[in-house]
């Protein structure tokens, strides 16, 4: 069964410095999607993609965060400068169609933690 | 803005309970709904969705009926099993006005633990 990919699965980093992410979404999806939830919160929105450019982003998403779908099947996220509060459980997500019923098929997640 | 709400957990229950996790929502317009589980050392996996009002979406023995009067979409089962043991998370989307991003806005999850 075709699924999401994410690695690595747990990543430790020292603040201020910068960090990728990655997924390999299933290959005939067009949406993607970048969620994150930190210890105890909800799963938050970060951005979705389509068409090689963000279609959305939340207010989270702010210019130290960039995505890249820089070959095709990988999609990544990238912190420029990670702080603290970036500590959190990364996933991604795809999505076959633009109907608004159409699963969205998650990741495992990768756990970021800043030190 | 949107927004789920979901009952607190953790929930702890023997095996063979009965089981509800309530979930209400607060959106504009008429969002789809959704339950998804997250099994230990796993991603978010759809449960169960729904797509309009007095829908009931089903699968592995959970339910949960869409009831727009009372903004709620809450998750039962009539049998818990062990193998039940994950976290819980309601979520919906809707159509944005000029796209079809459909991002998904989640609860806070709820965790469940099902006792032998």
């Known amino acids: 069964e075709p699924e999401v990919t994410q690695t690595p699965s747990h990543q430790v980093t020292q603040m201020g410095q910068e960090v990728i992410l990655r997924c390999v979404p299933i290959s005939n999806h067009l949406y993607f999607y970048w969620y994150r939830q930190i210890l105890g919160q909800k799963v938050e929105f970060l951005v979705s993609?389509?068409?090689?450019?963000?279609?959305?982003k939340s207010e989270i998403f702010d210019d130290q965060f960039s995505v890249e779908r820089p070959d095709g099947s990988n999609f990544t996220l990238k912190i420029r400068s990670t702080k603290l509060e970036d500590s959190a459980m990364y996933f991604c997500?795809?999505?076959?169609?633009?109907?608004?019923?159409?699963?969205?098929?998650f990741g495992q997640g990768t756990r970021l933690t800043v030190v | 803005g949107d927004s789920v709400t979901q009952m607190e957990g953790p929930v702890t229950l023997s095996e063979e309970a009965f089981l509800t996790i309530n979930c209400t929502y607060t959106?504009?317009?008429?969002?789809?709904l959704f339950w998804y589980v997250q099994y230990p050392g796993e991603g978010l996996q759809l449960l169960l969705k729904a797509t309009k009002a007095d829908d009931k979406g089903s699968n592995k023995g959970f339910e949960a009926t869409y009831r727009k009067e009372t903004t709620s979409f809450h998750l039962e089962k009539g049998s818990v099993q062990v193998s039940d043991s994950a976290v819980y998370f309601c979520?919906?989307?809707?159509?944005?006005?000029?796209?079809?991003?459909?991002?998904?806005?989640f609860g806070k999850g709820t965790l469940l633990t099902v006792n032998p």
């Open positions: 979520a919906l989307t809707f159509k944005n006005s000029g796209g079809s991003n459909y991002k998904l806005t």
């Open positions: 993609f389509y068409n090689n450019e963000i279609s959305e």
């Open positions: 959106a504009t317009g008429y969002p789809s």
């Open positions: 997500a795809s999505r076959h169609t633009g109907f608004m019923n159409t699963e969205a098929f």
